[in-house]
């Protein structure tokens, strides 16, 4: 199982190289102009030669890419471009941005995940007709639905119409300096990785206990957010905290809703094939509730091909990310690509690729090692290569 | 005699393959989602083939111009929907209608090479790689692993950043993507169970070589699945083409997402927000794509040997 991973991330990182060297390669062969050019109307022509030349892009390309690679290899990503010469490191500004996206991706996803499972099972398991009708729609409709115009409904509608959201809090949040806002989000994001790790160990304590005792889903949930809130406490973090989440609230929510549908109609589609196997049959023939057939039985089946799902999607639920973040003006890792994309900032750009890259990579090993560990076969699979059966 | 029996053979399979279509039908037409999709198909089908004849015949070309159409005699634009304009008039004074009509068809050729382009890719990736396995698996997976890291998408906006392209173009390059990334990896696991099924065993002791397993059995086997993903994946094509659009990079092309785009954009100039333009495209751009969800989902029905009775 480790070699197998290690040889995952060793060729993952190998593709990823290639892909962010094609990248670098192309967008300055190919592009027409440079990042100077784009602030040329108002400079001399000797002043952008300066420029160019403070900024290394006088050099010829082949020099470039050596340059960038041996800065690479020493685990330096280079500095950000700016007018005044070389900006901010890199390396900084993807840390920066890093917890922001985190936040909206990772709550998004789970609420998502959270809610579409619950409705694809409710929806596909003997529910009347038309309830599964109209939950499959209302997921379609969610499904298809173009990021930036549903973006806009939802700013509308919560911040011009309702104004129970702040518009663009991402910039006017922090009055206080000494308080930065990734450090709050990191600070956010840690504690809700705590709160989440102790609920799942006291959830797996107490069935350890007692066989048949189980903590249910909704009490899961309110444990994580206690903790989570009383972690907030605990830093001294409430204020900012609570405006972050206000900030957050509209991303989060639009992403939730955009992926929401997608998962609700993959579950809907493989729980539909398991109704009819023999496994349910046998399990409603022993006398089990139908709820407990559902969620025990049929949904257990269904998850594995949902993950695989999943792990194919990822990139596409994250690419919707990038969308969301450029409507709502998220100050995340999308916009930043895209600026950087837009002015032809090619330390950043070839940064963010490479930190989005890794972060794919590392979402899709964690989905393989879910698996994994859900399906059995694999695992008799695994270690049949080792040798062990 | 010979050519008689040759005839007659024809005849017959012609009479299976009308056979089977109309079974294919009835199980298609049991999904009622599925034909609601088809009809949108159709409809959209109509929109593309009668703007060409309604700016030919009907309207003046000064005015219904999806481009550079204005019409002086509608005073502050944008007008809601009028007699003269059934949707109405965009801030810069062009009918609303003709430029929804105009863009649907580049986007048919966009949606039609992407998808092509991805089954074609994606079911040659999963036949070889299953087939082959070893080195062959080996290369493909790792194309895969590229494509999924690189998400189609994204790529297509970083693409869209750097170069004009055209539908066609866009099309393609998305299929590929695709192809080698998703529906690669998804028909390349069908095709594995597919080649543990006892027939593929039976082909090869009967004598069956490569060719022959691979697209007498194997692909045959995947086509179902294939078209679905396929289907799956113009949904993707859509929202990258009119994300491209979104972020004003294919200013000259008409899209459905370059509609929305100048529709944000203007309303730095004038504030009304002009709502013909943004429910038309947005709702343009979901039920294109849901008319093929829609149409995946009849056509996963037709491949499940299950419903048939």
Known sequence: MIGYLARRVVSGLVTLFLFV???????????????????????????????????????????????????????????????????????????????????????????????????????????PKWFSGTATLGAITLYTSFPPWLAFLLVYLFVLKLDLLPANATRAMFRQPQVSQPQV????????????????????????????????????????????????????????????????????????????????????????????????????????????????????????????????????????????????????????????????????????????????????????????????????????????? | MERLERKSRLRVTAESLGKRGKEAWLIYRRNWMAVLGLALLLLFSVMALTHPFLMGRVWPEGIYDPIVGYDLDVLAHPSPPSAGHLLGTDTLGRDVLSILLAAARPTFVMVSAAALASAIIGTLMGALSAYFRGWVDGVFANLADVALLAPAPLVMVVIGFMLDVQPLEFGLLYGILAGLGTVGVVLRSHAL??????????????????????????????????????????????????????LGLSRAQLNWGTMIYDAFTYMGINETIPWNVLLTSASAISLFAAAFYLVAGGLHDVADPRQRK
């Not at chain 1, 100077?36 to 002043?47: D, K, N, P």
């Not at chain 1, 917890?99 to 409705?119: C, D, H």
């Not at chain 1, 969301?324 to 600026?339: A, D, H, K, R």
């Open chain 1, 21 to 127: 060297s094609l990248v670098f390669f192309a967008t300055q062969a190919v592009l027409p102009g440079d990042f100077v050019s784009q602030y040329a109307i108002g400079l001399s022509t000797r002043e952008s030669e300066e420029m160019r030349h403070t900024l290394g892009l006088d050099l010829p390309l082949g020099e470039r890419y050596l340059q960038w690679l041996g800065q690479l290899l020493h685990g330096d990503l280079g500095r950000s471009f700016s007018i005044e010469g070389a900006g901010p490191p890199v390396a900084e500004i993807i840390l920066q941005t890093l917890p922001a996206t985190l936040l909206v991706f990772g709550l998004g996803t789970a609420i998502a995940f959270l809610g579409g499972q619950w409705l694809g099972r409710v929806a596909s398991w003997r529910s």
């Open chain 1, 185 to 389: 989000m990191n600070q956010m994001l840690l504690t809700l990785l705590v709160a989440l790790a102790i609920t799942l160990a006291a959830a797996w304590g107490v069935h350890r206990l007692r066989r048949r005792w189980r903590l249910s889903t909704i009490v899961q949930l309110a444990l994580i957010l206690l903790l989570w809130v009383g972690a907030w406490l605990v830093y001294d973090i409430v204020p900012y905290a609570t405006e972050t989440m206000r900030a957050a609230a509209l991303p989060i929510l639009i992403y939730s809703l955009l992926s929401f549908g997608e998962i609700m109609l993959i579950v809907r589609t493989t729980m539909a094939d398991t109704v009819d196997e023999q496994f349910i049959q046998t399990a409603l023939a022993k006398g089990l509730k139908s709820s407990q057939v559902r969620d025990r039985h049929a949904a257990r089946a269904a998850i594995l091909p949902v993950i695989s799902r999943l792990v194919i999607s990822l990139p596409y639920l994250f690419t919707g990310m990038v969308m969301i973040e450029q409507t709502v003006g998220w100050s995340g890792m999308g916009t930043t690509l895209l600026y950087a994309l837009g002015v032809q900032n090619v330390p950043l750009m070839t940064g963010m690729i490479l930190a989005i890259g890794i972060f794919s990579l590392l979402t899709r090993l964690g989905l393989d090692l879910i698996q994994v560990s859900l399906d059995p076969r694999l695992r008799v699979a695994s270690a049949a290569r080792r040798g062990l059966l």
């Open chain 2, 193 to 246: 169970s597919v080649m543990s099924k006892p027939f593929i065993e039976a082909s090869r002791v009967a004598g069956g070589g490569a060719l022959h397993i691979i697209f007498g059995h194997l692909i045959p086997h995947l086509l179902p699945l294939a078209a679905v993903n396929m289907m799956l994946v113009v949904t993707g094509a859509i929202f990258a083409n009119g994300f491209v659009g979104f």
